[in-house]
């Protein structure tokens, strides 16, 4: 049962990276349909990650209530019905609406599933379950495309994606008696419902909230800016550069299949810590005037961007204790919405005014911290 479950889960998380590339990917066809200016889609993006953010730090109330299962069943639920509202939608206002129940959606499961995984499963999973959210971050904008290419419009697209996500949603409430693992209390019942005042005042939170933060904003940032840099500080060809801003995602999923094999043996704190390690050493390598370093140096920090994320996320039971897991958790997914809510937009203001030469330097601010702020938790968990 404890097999079918976890497969389930990896389902769910293909189905939750499905929504995230659909946006950049129809948007140019969107936009000219709906008559918006080009930077209308930052619009509906923020709507939908102020939704997460809203949902991450309502979900241990809500997961302590009515438990994993049907927290899960039901935001998947939500999304699919944003998406088919999108699918139907003709006017840009009717889009920010539909991206309300989108984020709420969104962010109650990621942070359902991810303390569920943390909590019952071991590290190589957490590392497999991103692997998969990957997967469905790169399959969604081949339906897109493929959509387009048969005139069947970007409506279309969103309308293939929801009738997924309604599928599995209907399979995960069949899945509803699968969730109570080895007892009553497996799913909710242990955990504390911690208020947020509280919840950042238990050691080592703010420096995880931080570490979280600037990971996301790092990634984000990294996959929003890199063809941008590398065009206009490098003179790369602009086919060069989107093939290598691919490969950095590329890079980040494949990594984390890869690092399922090691990470249980090597445990999480030396897997992030070498992760971080290796997205410093990318950075340098797309600091040096070599172009073929420069572009190498994207898949590099993709490669060490992998094994972060699940390892934070895996640690955190062992870390604030498995009653407090969950409401750090979600408070550990609205500092990340954050970061990639925010700092990727400022960069931009940066290139725009200044230089976007400057990207490296950006992100190397973001990884000092990370390091930092994680170097500094263990001696704090360890005082």
Not at 47 to 54: A, E, K, L, M, R
Not at 303 to 316: E, K, W
Not at 330 to 344: D, L, R
Request: aromatic letters at 12%.
């Amino acid at each position: 049962m404890a097999s079918l479950l976890l497969a389930i889960i990896y389902l769910a998380f293909i189905s939750l990276g499905l929504p995230d590339s659909l946006l950049g990917s129809a948007w140019p066809v969107m936009q000219g349909e709906l008559g918006v200016p080009l930077s209308y889609a930052g619009i509906i993006s923020m709507i939908i990650s102020c939704g997460t953010i809203v949902s991450s730090l309502l979900s241990s109330k809500v997961i302590h209530k009515f438990g994993v299962g049907l927290v899960t069943a039901v935001s998947v639920g939500m999304t699919a019905c944003a998406l088919f509202g999108f699918s139907l939608s003709g006017q840009f206002f009717q889009l920010c609406l539909w991206a309300i129940p989108y984020g709420l959606g969104a962010g109650a499961v990621d942070a359902a599933l991810n303390n569920y995984v943390a909590v019952h499963y071991s590290s190589r999973h957490m590392s497999w379950l991103h692997g998969f959210w990957g997967v469905g971050v790169t399959i969604s904008p081949y339906i897109m495309s493929s959509c387009l290419s048969h005139q069947m419009g970007w409506q279309a697209g969103y309308r293939t994606v929801s009738i997924l996500q309604v599928v599995l949603t209907a399979v995960l409430f069949f899945s509803l008696p699968l969730w109570k693992r080895d007892s009553a209390q497996e799913d909710g019942e242990d955990f504390r419902d911690v208020p947020l005042s509280q919840a950042i005042r238990i050691p080592g939170a703010p420096q995880v909230l931080l570490a979280f933060l600037g990971f996301c904003a790092l990634e984000t940032t990294t996959g929003l800016w890199a063809s941008s840099y590398l065009v206009g500080a490098r003179g790369v060809t602009p086919e060069t550069a989107a093939q290598f801003t691919a490969l950095f995602y590329m890079g980040e999923t494949v990594g984390r299949f890869l690092n399922g094999f090691v990470s249980d043996k090597l445990g999480d704190r030396r897997m992030i810590r070498i992760g971080i390690l290796i997205m410093l050493a990318g950075i340098g390598m797309v600091l040096l005037p070599v172009e073929a370093v420069a572009l190498a140096g994207l898949v590099t920090i993709g490669l060490g961007a992998a094994p972060v994320y699940p390892c934070i996320i895996h640690s955190t039971p062992a870390n604030f204790g498995k009653e407090n897991s969950q409401a750090l958790v979600g408070i550990q997914m609205a500092s990340a919405y954050c970061g990639s809510t925010f700092m990727p937009p400022l960069f931009g203001l940066i290139a725009q005014y200044i230089h976007v030469g400057l990207y490296p330097f950006y992100l190397l601010i973001f990884a000092v911290l990370m390091l930092v702020m994680t170097e500094w938790l263990n001696r704090t968990l360890a005082s």
